[in-house]
């Protein structure tokens, strides 16, 4: 068995590490026959792993954050090739949804002896994700934290909390699979395939990634007493016994906003859109 680990050079917060050195030791102490390719530009993973597969790896691993896990899962999708990943990002969501090991050792030593499953992907306007996805407040985070010019959690954690004294809830019609209709506000609308956004920041705690629903988490306005309420269940995982937010569960949901909202996907910014159908 054949495995490729495809490496985001710019990934994590720490560069003393050789990364290539040492995925190169421990899969060889794995006893693995592997490959390294390290990706040049934003997009090249998903490239990467699609010709990877192609030439027969029947594992290929994301080696970085979620935003490099989404990509190879993408040029994975179709294929007979499973995903790897060994975490190096700052949040890390669904590589600690799935019990990833954090450290590098361990998570090279699992790709090479992998325990194989299937899980969920889902999309929204045409893009994939595989972790969360969201519109509202969080996406608008996420667009602020790419400019940040830092990375890790102190910097998203003030990033949101100097965004949160300027954001507005935006109007929402929210349509789900068994015809429910929400008229309301939106300041977060998450859509949860895996339990958290990264760092055990538990969005939706009841996930199950493989049973083919999206986990809906709304909060329609976030006044300071519900902002506290929010922040300790996404800690704790007790945010749908918080009284901080909705949550619901279906297949398909169409969104209708009364202006345009930003969306993200596993915690990449994507773009702005007015209408918003989720699959």
Known sequence: MRICFILNPTSGTDRS???????????????????????????????????????????????????????????????????????????????RHLHVPLGLPAAVQRACHPDFQRIDAGRINGHWFFCTAGLGFDAHVSKMFAQAGTRGLSTYVKVALREYRRYQPTAVQVELENQALLDTHCYVLAFANAAQYGNNAYIAPRANIQDGLLDLCLIDALPIWRAVRVGVGLALGTLPTSGGAQFHRSRHIRVRAAAPLGFHVDGDYVADAPNLRWN
């Open 17 to 95: 590490q050789n990364v290539p050195a040492l995925i190169a030791e421990h899969a060889a102490a794995a006893g693995a026959e592997f490959d390294i390719m390290p990706t040049q530009y934003a997009g090249h993973a998903e490239q990467l792993a699609r010709e990877a597969a192609a030439a027969g790896c029947r594992v290929v691993v994301a080696v970085g954050g979620d935003g490099t896990v989404n990509e190879v899962a993408r040029g994975l999708l179709g294929t007979g090739a499973a995903l790897g990943i060994v975490p190096r990002g700052s949040g890390n969501g669904l590589a």
